[in-house]
């Protein structure tokens, strides 16, 4: 039977997720070395990339030493996820010689099946279901910036991808009123919407006009049109998405102290005008910086720090 992971946000409580928070925001000292063992040798941690990141490894990578592990980057093609090796068989390999594993991967089933087949935690760097690591991010940045969610309006204005996603399930898990602004063909199902609206005290509603998911909102996120994958559709992503640019017009239709929030790497002058993603409302520095605490904060938590 495989240990406790992070593949979805709502692999957490409500309450889990709050400790996660909480753990997030103290300082690494406090947290003490829970990778390293009891006869002082750090234990490794595989972090395991079929796509590149930026913010992902040198967060993860930071996390793993500032809580007394080693971490080993390792590039897809190193282990290759049933091309190799079976899934399984990497993940029971891994356990051995780690103390945690982490991927970044296409498919969210490979996670699943190495989460499985692991005797130590497994974290979801990303995949195309989910990104619990983002999620948790931009719940921390807006709790540090608003001190509670409970009731506030969180606008996502674009592709329902990966990143809305996990963002509407901790939104709602902290009782934030969630709203989807997205193109027909690239919004969330009926099912989807029913599902994030039991997650939590929050609540979530989807529109197709970005005016109205952004009125009054006190966090307006967005992110590209065109993940990594899906370059085949860039053409079509463009002319599907042209009105759901966050511009400075859009933004003025919120709260008067809302933010700007963007998981990067950004395009100006398409998602999001310069304007906007470099103004004074633009929190995605701060948001990237929080991918190092809440990625801390997590593996304290799944490996046993209270």
Same mark, same amino acid.
């Given at each position: 039977? /495989? ?13 889990? $997720? ?16 829970? $990778?390293? /063992?009891?006869?002082?040798? /750090? ?10 990141? &930026?913010?992902? @490894? ?52 490979? %996670?699943? @099946? $190495? ?24 719940? $921390? ?20 991808? &990966? ?15 969630? @709203? ?17 609206? /039991? ?8 529109? &197709? ?10 966090? %307006? ?68 910086? &929080? @991918? ?15």
């Amino acid at each position: 039977m /495989s240990v406790r992971g992070l593949l979805n946000v709502t692999d957490l409580s409500v309450d889990e $997720l709050a400790l996660v928070l909480s753990l997030s925001r103290r300082e690494p000292a406090s947290l003490g070395r829970p $990778l390293t /063992s009891s006869t002082g040798v /750090s234990l490794g941690a595989a972090l395991i990339f079929e796509k590149p990141s &930026n913010r992902t @490894r040198h967060s993860m990578e930071m996390a793993v030493v500032q809580l007394g592990g080693y971490p080993v980057y390792t590039r897809g093609e190193e282990v290759g996820f049933d091309t190799r090796e079976p899934v399984e068989d990497i993940g029971r390999m891994m356990s051995g010689y780690h103390g945690l594993v982490a991927a970044r991967v296409f498919s969210h089933s490979v %996670v699943e @099946r $190495l989460h499985e087949s692991c005797s130590v935690p497994v974290i979801n760097m990303l995949s195309d279901e989910s990104h619990p690591l983002q999620g948790l991010a931009d719940a $921390l940045t807006m709790v540090n910036e608003f001190g509670d969610l409970t009731g506030r309006i969180v606008a996502f204005v674009g592709d329902y991808n &990966n990143v809305a996603r996990s963002l509407g399930e901790a939104c709602i898990m902290l009782g934030a009123h969630y @709203r989807l602004a997205c193109p027909t063909g690239y919004n969330a199902s009926d099912s989807e919407l029913s599902r994030l609206s /039991s997650l939590g005290t929050g609540s979530v509603e989807q529109t &197709n006009d970005p005016v109205v998911a952004v009125s009054g909102a006190h966090a %307006v996120h967005t992110d590209t049109w065109v993940s990594m994958g899906q370059e085949t559709e860039k053409a079509e992503r463009l002319g599907v998405f042209g009105a759901y640019a966050v511009s400075q017009s859009l933004m003025s239709r919120a709260a008067s102290d809302a933010i700007f929030m963007h998981c990067l790497p950004a395009y100006r002058g398409y998602e999001v005008e310069a304007s906007v993603i470099d103004g004074s409302a633009s929190r995605v520095i701060q948001q990237g910086h &929080n @991918r190092l605490h809440s990625a801390r904060g997590v593996m304290a938590f799944l490996l046993g720090v209270k």
